[in-house]
Each structure stands twice: as structure tokens, then as C-alpha cells.
């Protein structure tokens, strides 16, 4: 690949817990959500008609901590929700917490009092275990979270279900429930990597091509709008844009049905929901060839909690780029280094430093001239999502390579 002036390219450095799941700057990662490969399965009403959907299901697990309505339909006192989860690889929890319980100035609404979470290392139906039961009591302060106990030794498991039930406050017997979402920490097995995203699909709002090659994957969706990005374990993160300019980013997982779910937000709106099946073709045109390097999308180089060191299952990663950057007739290459906004900008700014100089030392370690290549923090100055969200926050922890000619 021949290069006559500079090129911006998007890498995704996320900062992994062990195993592969991405890596908060400020505390331990939160292994369930969405952005991190969880994907909703399952949804029980116990034969009630609470009109509880997958869009419900995954705004549990979207990191965005703040309250929704679960049941569009209203429940009681007796009413019990249960969503089951898989996970992206078998995990050993030693905690879980709510954030956001906050109850609407409403006689017809409340938060859901009783949590219970389950596991299970055999399937989607069970048998689960509980590993951690609570009480919720309504939070005093914006940032106050609920720990829930947790229930014998640790275990591995591979599915939850998380089991809601009753009311903070009911004062009629039809009341609308309300919930935040589950934070999970523990550690994680190491991820395979998904090799389900070549093919089409269609579904509402969903007209969508893409072709994959190891990390990469090139695509296009709405007919004519390119899209390109990585994988990272069966999370594909992707950017495009339409003929016009307009942006989106795309959170999306191929489940074992082939179907493919995720998360789309388009020109700086809330992420939505964006599930399709899997199609003969799509109207979209031949996605390019993958590949990494200038002019790529990649999210996937992982670190250490709290670290510059990159994990060993990064390495098929690194070893793609080099070999895609080995081939650019470039006199220098910058990598800047981008985080999300948790912890203070100089924290994120000498991290965000320290791993884009990794990358730089990792490549060089694979042959690539070092003395034509620098590494430049940026923190979380330039995001290119929202930090409200894990879906936003996955996608600015980055870094951007240029390549001059």
C-alpha cells in the first residue's frame, strides 16, 4: 500500500481485564454489558403480559446506570422478571451492584426491590445457582450504588439470570416497574475470536452487508454507506459514514442463530437498538477487502488493568498490523493514543501515553522501523462517542495512527 500524504487511521487500543473484556481507566471492568459481548437471550414474565422486550433486556446492561421503565405494561407486588444473559466467555463473579435506584414522583411507578442473580455453567436454561441476592432501597445521592450480597464461594459460569421482582413503593395494585442495570466484576477466560461476521442482513431498520478477515471487517449498510472496524472477541466495533457525511457507530454481536444484534447511533444520537437476521443478500454493494492498517478502524490491542503491558491474546492483533504497516511506504508513523473519560484528564492523558508508546515498541519488536515511528497521548480530549454509555465509552478508547508519505 502506497502512501502520499498523511492518513488518519483509527486503532482501537482497549485496556482489557484478564481475558479479554475491555478494561475501564478507573476501577475494575464491568463484565456485563453489552459493549463488553453480553447478549440477551432470554426474557420471563412468568405468563404475564408486561410487555418487557430484548430493548428493555440490553438497557440493563448498557452501562449508562440511569432508570427506565422494565414493564410497559404495569405488574404488583407478586410480579417476577427474569432476563437471562450469556456471557462471551465462562466468568468467575465476586461482585455485583445497581447503580441509579431512584424512584419517579408516581403512584403508578417504582423501581424493582428485589435482585437475584443466577448462574449457569450449562446453558441458557439452566440449572442456574443464585450468586448474589438484595434488597434495594432508593439512593440518597446520584452516585450511590447498591451492593448485593453474594451468595456462597465464586463459580464459573457461562449464562445469568437476573430475577426482578416486587416494589420499592407500590400503592396500587397495577404499577408500572422501573430498573437501572447490573454491574458485574470478577475475572474472565480468555476469548475466542468470532469469525461470524461475513454475510447480510435485514431486519427493521437493518440493511447490512459486512466481510471479515481474522481482526478486520469491511461492510455497508442503509444501500450505499461503507463501514469499517474490528473484532475484538465476538464484539465487532465499526464506524461509517453515509454519502452526505453523516456518522454512525455500530456495537454488534452474530449470535450462534446468526442472527446479528446490536447497538447503532447515528450522528451523535443515543444508541439504539439494531437487530436483523440473517439475509441472502442485502442492498447494500461488495464490501472492500479488509484490511488493517492505514486508513483501517481497529479496536482490540488490550492491556493490563492499570497497565502498558499488552496481553498475550492481543498478539494476533499487533502481528496483522505490522504486517500491514511493514508494506506502506511511509517516512514516519504517528500513533496517538485516545481513552474514555473515567479518571482525571491527567490520568487518562499519561495512560492513554504510555500504552500508544506499547504499540509503537510492540511493532518495532516485530521489525518495523522504530526511528520513523513516535507515540503522542491525547486522553480523552477528541472522543468520538458519547462517554454517557459503555457502547460510546468502548469506542473512544482508541488510538489514531498517521502515516506520512
Given at each position: 500500500m502506497?502512501?502520499t500524504g498523511?492518513?488518519?487511521?483509527?486503532?482501537?487500543v482497549?485496556a482489557?481485564a484478564?481475558?479479554?473484556?475491555?478494561?475501564?481507566?478507573?476501577?475494575?471492568?464491568?463484565l456485563?454489558?453489552f459493549?463488553?459481548?453480553?447478549?440477551?437471550i432470554?426474557?420471563?414474565?412468568?405468563?404475564?403480559?408486561?410487555?418487557?422486550?430484548?430493548?428493555?433486556?440490553?438497557?440493563?446492561?448498557?452501562?449508562?446506570g440511569?432508570?427506565?421503565?422494565?414493564?410497559?405494561?404495569?405488574?404488583?407486588a407478586?410480579?417476577?422478571?427474569?432476563?437471562?444473559?450469556?456471557?462471551?466467555?465462562?466468568t468467575?463473579f465476586d461482585?455485583f451492584?445497581?447503580?441509579?435506584?431512584?424512584?419517579?414522583p408516581s403512584?403508578?411507578q417504582?423501581?424493582?426491590?428485589?435482585v437475584r442473580?443466577?448462574?449457569s455453567?450449562?446453558g441458557?436454561?439452566?440449572?442456574?445457582?443464585?450468586?448474589?441476592?438484595?434488597?434495594?432501597?432508593t439512593h440518597?445521592?446520584?452516585?450511590?450504588?447498591s451492593?448485593?450480597e453474594?451468595v456462597g464461594?465464586?463459580?464459573?459460569?457461562?449464562?445469568?439470570?437476573?430475577?426482578?421482582?416486587?416494589g420499592?413503593?407500590?400503592?396500587?395494585?397495577?404499577?408500572?416497574?422501573?430498573?437501572?442495570e447490573?454491574?458485574?466484576n470478577?475475572t474472565?477466560?480468555?476469548l475466542?475470536?468470532s469469525?461470524?461476521?461475513?454475510?447480510?442482513?435485514?431486519g427493521?431498520?437493518?440493511?447490512?452487508?459486512l466481510?471479515?478477515?481474522?481482526?478486520a471487517v469491511?461492510?455497508?449498510?442503509?444501500?450505499?454507506?461503507p463501514?469499517?472496524g474490528?473484532?475484538?472477541?465476538?464484539v465487532?466495533?465499526?464506524?461509517?459514514?453515509?454519502?452526505?457525511?453523516?456518522?454512525?457507530?455500530f456495537?454488534l454481536?452474530?449470535g450462534?442463530?446468526g442472527?446479528?444484534?446490536?447497538l447503532?447511533?447515528?450522528n451523535g444520537?443515543?444508541?439504539?437498538i439494531?437487530?436483523?437476521?440473517?439475509?441472502?443478500?442485502?442492498?447494500?454493494s461488495e464490501?472492500?477487502?479488509?484490511?488493517?492498517?492505514?486508513?483501517a478502524?481497529?479496536?482490540?490491542?488490550?492491556?493490563?488493568y492499570?497497565?502498558d503491558?499488552?496481553?498475550?491474546q492481543?498478539?494476533?492483533?499487533?502481528?496483522?498490523?505490522?504486517e500491514?504497516?511493514?508494506?506502506?511506504?511511509a517516512?514516519?508513523?504517528e500513533i496517538?493514543?485516545?481513552?474514555?473519560?473515567?479518571?482525571?484528564?491527567?490520568?487518562?492523558l499519561?495512560?492513554?501515553q504510555?500504552?500508544?508508546?506499547?504499540?509503537?515498541n510492540?511493532?518495532?519488536a516485530l521489525?518495523?522501523?522504530a526511528?520513523k515511528?513516535?507515540?503522542l497521548?491525547?486522553?480523552e480530549?477528541?472522543?468520538?462517542?458519547?462517554?454517557e454509555?459503555?457502547?460510546?465509552?468502548?469506542?473512544?478508547?482508541?488510538?489514531?495512527v498517521?502515516?506520512?508519505?
Amino acid at each position: 500500500m502506497k502512501n502520499t500524504g498523511w492518513i488518519a487511521v483509527v486503532l482501537g487500543v482497549l485496556a482489557l481485564a484478564s481475558g479479554g473484556q475491555a478494561q475501564e481507566e478507573v476501577g475494575r471492568p464491568d463484565l456485563m454489558t453489552f459493549a463488553q459481548g453480553v447478549l440477551p437471550i432470554t426474557i420471563d414474565t412468568g405468563g404475564a403480559d408486561l410487555r418487557t422486550n430484548m430493548e428493555h433486556a440490553t438497557a440493563a446492561i448498557d452501562g449508562r446506570g440511569t432508570g427506565l421503565v422494565m414493564t410497559p405494561r404495569p405488574g404488583g407486588a407478586d410480579t417476577v422478571l427474569g432476563l437471562v444473559y450469556a456471557l462471551p466467555a465462562p466468568t468467575r463473579f465476586d461482585r455485583f451492584a445497581v447503580p441509579g435506584v431512584a424512584e419517579t414522583p408516581s403512584p403508578s411507578q417504582t423501581f424493582f426491590k428485589n435482585v437475584r442473580v443466577l448462574g449457569s455453567e450449562v446453558g441458557a436454561d439452566g440449572p442456574f445457582e443464585i450468586l448474589a441476592q438484595g434488597a434495594l432501597a432508593t439512593h440518597t445521592t446520584p452516585d450511590e450504588v447498591s451492593e448485593l450480597e453474594m451468595v456462597g464461594a465464586a463459580r464459573e459460569v457461562s449464562w445469568i439470570r437476573l430475577e426482578l421482582s416486587g416494589g420499592i413503593s407500590i400503592e396500587r395494585d397495577a404499577t408500572f416497574l422501573e430498573f437501572s442495570e447490573l454491574i458485574g466484576n470478577g475475572t474472565q477466560s480468555g476469548l475466542d475470536l468470532s469469525d461470524r461476521f461475513t454475510g447480510s442482513w435485514r431486519g427493521r431498520g437493518v440493511d447490512l452487508s459486512l466481510a471479515q478477515d481474522g481482526t478486520a471487517v469491511t461492510g455497508c449498510y442503509d444501500g450505499d454507506s461503507p463501514l469499517s472496524g474490528t473484532v475484538d472477541g465476538v464484539v465487532l466495533r465499526a464506524l461509517g459514514a453515509n454519502p452526505v457525511g453523516i456518522r454512525s457507530q455500530f456495537i454488534l454481536i452474530v449470535g450462534e442463530d446468526g442472527a446479528v444484534r446490536g447497538l447503532r447511533s447515528t450522528n451523535g444520537a443515543p444508541f439504539r437498538i439494531y437487530d436483523g437476521a440473517a439475509a441472502a443478500a442485502s442492498s447494500c454493494s461488495e464490501p472492500a477487502a479488509p484490511a488493517l492498517g492505514c486508513g483501517a478502524t481497529i479496536h482490540g490491542i488490550g492491556f493490563g488493568y492499570d497497565s502498558d503491558v499488552i496481553r498475550p491474546q492481543s498478539a494476533p492483533l499487533v502481528a496483522a498490523l505490522h504486517e500491514s504497516l511493514a508494506g506502506v511506504e511511509a517516512s514516519r508513523i504517528e500513533i496517538r493514543g485516545h481513552s474514555s473519560s473515567e479518571g482525571s484528564d491527567s490520568y487518562n492523558l499519561d495512560l492513554s501515553q504510555r500504552r500508544a508508546q506499547s504499540v509503537v515498541n510492540a511493532l518495532a519488536a516485530l521489525g518495523l522501523d522504530a526511528g520513523k515511528m513516535t507515540a503522542l497521548g491525547r486522553g480523552e480530549a477528541e472522543p468520538i462517542a458519547s462517554n454517557e454509555d459503555e457502547a460510546g465509552r468502548s469506542l473512544n478508547r482508541r488510538v489514531e495512527v498517521i502515516c506520512g508519505g
